[in-house]
């Protein structure tokens, strides 16, 4: 049988309150029994020392003379009283008529001990003798029996009570643990009703309402909220990639078709060699758009694997810079370095060497011929910096002497496939420095670009020093 969990936290709480009003009933039933038990004998013993006194002082006489005088006001015997001589000859038998069941022979045999209580059973009784006795004197012994028929009574009553009030307690126990496993899964039900919306809109903005339900639920509200809200950020880009994939490759695509077909109907096999040619480039350009927009994706997504680890920035930047420089060289640039010789960084070393490339490349592409291309680093005090408090920042810039940059396209520069209205001798995909900032973002960082038109322009990128890298 498939429950459902509110359900079984409702007969789990009850179960667990029955449970423990039978425990405590057990020990208060035993504690009860025996005080009762102790009672009785204390009673007994009480009654017996009585009658010794009596015997005492005037024989068995005495002793019947008081058995006679409180059967007379009470109306009836309330205890067997037997007085048996050494040679255990009865002189004295007194008794309850309706007794006359049980087995009063055994009386004979039971051995005297005034600590200790014999029980003796009628066939035709739910209760009980208790008999005990005591030496009256060296020629004389007594034996006293009384049942235990007012002990069992109140026991039964007890009983009774208690089926009772277990009834109500049970029935109590359900309807609070129902509310209470109600209270508790209602954080569950929310995630439930969310899910079921999602699944049946496809709208992935919705969100786990927070409300008070308990440490555990609350951190998995937030857990939830916080998955929902990658989860749709990955949606988003995906769904961004594929659109902008659509749109910008069909004009390589159409070009790398009209090149084959070249290709294939002419008979010129220079012309032909030449169509190939192009088909390559065209189509090595196609797959470096797809992985730029698939790296793009995957950090704004928060699901770029990044691998720590510590580097000179000197290092990284003069990589970069010794890998173009052939292309500075082609347009007479000046490419300096300004950087700290034992400045380090903790960050994916080969996604922070593509942010510097992709800004040094962007510089020398704008930058005129015969300019200059600086790129500096340096530590930023942490009390001019943006971060949490107390944190060190590292701050790499790249400046260019190119056309520069109208103030309205400062901050469309990051955007996916934006060219600005003047064009570079060599035309990029437009997804350079949307990477950089996507890949800066995932590395806890920042970006900004300064330019005036006619001037240059200074993009700039300030990371943690010590970074917080998703594990590869």
């Known amino acids: 049988m498939n429950l459902s969990s509110r359900v079984r936290l409702t007969l ?3 179960l667990v309150t029955i449970a423990a009003v039978v425990v405590l009933f057990t020990f208060t039933f035993y504690s009860l029994y025996r005080t009762l038990q102790q009672d009785e004998l204390r009673d007994m013993q009480s009654r017996m ?4 006194a009596l015997f005492q002082t005037g024989g068995l006489e ?5 058995i006679d005088r409180e059967t007379f006001v009470v109306g009836e015997r309330l205890a067997l009283v037997r007085v048996a001589d050494r040679l255990n000859n009865t002189m004295l038998f007194s008794w309850p008529e309706s007794w006359n069941d049980f087995n009063l022979a055994r009386l004979e045999v039971l051995p005297l001990d005034a600590k200790t209580i014999y029980e003796l059973h009628g066939p035709n009784h739910e209760y009980h003798l ?35 009030i277990a009834a109500s307690v049970a029935g109590v126990a359900f309807l609070v643990g129902l509310m209470i496993a109600r209270h508790m899964l209602r954080p569950i039900d929310r995630v439930t009703s969310l899910a079921r919306h999602i699944v049946e809109t496809g709208r992935l903005g919705g969100r786990v309402e927070k409300k008070a339900g308990g440490r555990e639920l609350e951190e998995l509200v937030e857990v939830i909220n916080a998955m929902l809200l990658r989860i749709e950020r990955l949606v988003d880009g995906l769904r961004n990639t594929v659109d902008m994939v659509a749109h910008d490759l069909r004009t390589p695509i159409t070009r790398l078709r009209a090149q084959a077909e070249l290709a294939l109907r002419g008979n010129d096999p220079a012309r032909a060699e030449s169509a190939l040619a192009e088909t390559v480039e065209q189509s090595d350009e196609i797959l470096r758009m797809v992985n730029t927009l698939l ?21 990284l930047i003069r990589e970069v810079v010794d890998l173009y420089e052939l292309p500075a060289e082609d347009r007479e640039l000046d490419v300096r370095v300004e950087c700290p010789p034992d400045l380090t960084i903790t960050g994916d070393r080969v996604r922070l060497r593509q942010v510097v490339a992709n800004l040094v490349d962007n510089a020398i592409k704008y930058c005129r011929r015969g300019g200059t291309v600086t790129v500096r680093a340096r530590l930023l ?32 520069v990051w955007e996916r496939m934006y060219r600005g209205p003047v064009q570079p001798d060599r035309a990029g995909l437009g997804l350079g420095l949307s990477l950089v900032k996507a890949v800066v973002a995932a590395h806890g960082g920042s970006v900004r670009a300064e330019s005036e038109r006619g001037r240059g322009a200074t993009f700039t990128v300030e990371l943690p020093r010590t970074g917080t890298a998703i594990p590869a």
Do not use: C, K
């Open 62 to 66: 005495a002793l019947e003379e008081d």
């Open 130 to 164: 208790q008999v005990t006795g005591i030496w009256l004197s060296d020629d004389y012994h007594l034996q006293l029996g009384v049942s235990n028929r007012n002990r069992l009574r109140l026991m039964r009553i007890f009983e009774r009570s208690f089926l009772i």
């Open 295 to 315: 790296d793009i994706t995957e950090a704004e997504s928060g699901v770029m694997p990044l691998r720590n680890e510590d580097s000179l920035v000197a290092d």
């Open 12 to 14: 789990l709480y009850t």
């Open 381 to 412: 005090d942490p009390r001019d910096s943006g971060g949490r408090s107390g944190e060190e920042r590292v701050l790499i810039s790249v400046s260019d002497t190119g056309v520069g940059l109208e103030e309205e396209e400062l901050e469309r």
């Open 49 to 52: 020392l009585g009658y010794w």
